[in-house]
């Protein structure tokens, strides 16, 4: 990579925690009453409305039910709520981990997350490390999302770095791609492993080990 790294962006989900909790997912069924692919398909229907802040959490649920066919009660909505939380949740350790040590060594990081209010603060509330974090940007705060060019702008104006020294990581192609034409460096998170075989490809095997007890 040309530049310098001096700061490390990060998505949360599928970066910062690991995939979907299957029994969160049972735990909606069973509060819906919906069948999985109805349910699955009336979940995504209008969630990038949600994750820009173009809806509530609450208006989010109102509208999963209404594409479901089941309009659902507040109390419904209330536990689906919580449950969502408890989906997306699941610590990817080895990447917080990465993210502690590089705070540890004086590195800038920050979240750049598609989230909207009811999940950003379910998981602030979870996660006491995500205080650490120099600067925090969530989609729904900003009405507008990733891959949009300008929410990658203000990541970098909070993180206050030069664009070009910002290294962002992010589990989807497509936004990979929006923060490449923003000026980011940026490194694709499927798996552990092929991340950091990315890393050292890079010539980042150091920003990785940052931090790093050695014996």
Same mark, same amino acid.
């Given at each position: ?9 990060? $998505? ?36 990038? $409305? ?20 089941m309009p659902f009660r507040e109390s419904q909505i209330d536990r689906l709520i919580a449950a969502d939380t408890a989906l ?35 998981v602030l509330a979870a996660f006491d490390w995500m205080g650490a974090f120099h600067h925090r940007t969530w989609s729904h ?29 992010? $589990? ?17 998170y499927t798996e552990q492993e092929p991340f950091v075989r990315s890393m050292r490809d890079c010539g980042l095997e150091e ?9």
């Amino acid at each position: 990579m040309a530049e310098s790294v001096q700061a490390v962006l990060f $998505d949360y989900g599928l970066v910062l925690t690991g995939p979907p909790d299957p029994a969160a997912w049972q735990t909606m069924q069973q509060i819906t009453g919906v069948a999985e692919p109805v349910l699955s398909s009336a979940y995504w229907g209008p969630r990038h $409305d949600y994750d820009r802040g173009h809806l509530s959490g609450r208006e989010y649920w109102r509208a999963v039910g209404v594409h479901a066919g089941m309009p659902f009660r507040e109390s419904q909505i209330d536990r689906l709520i919580a449950a969502d939380t408890a989906l997306w949740t699941q610590p990817n350790q080895p990447m917080i981990d990465w993210a502690q040590r590089l705070q540890a060594a004086g590195t800038r990081t920050g979240i750049l997350s598609n989230l909207g209010d009811e999940m950003m603060h379910g998981v602030l509330a979870a996660f006491d490390w995500m205080g650490a974090f120099h600067h925090r940007t969530w989609s729904h705060t900003l009405r507008m999302a990733k891959p949009e060019p300008a929410i990658y702008h203000h990541a970098a104006a909070g993180l206050d770095v030069p664009i070009a020294q910002i290294l962002f990581v992010d $589990d989807r192609e497509d936004n990979i791609a929006g923060a490449l034409a923003a000026g980011m460096q940026a490194i694709r998170y499927t798996e552990q492993e092929p991340f950091v075989r990315s890393m050292r490809d890079c010539g980042l095997e150091e920003l990785w080990t940052r931090g790093r007890m050695t014996l």
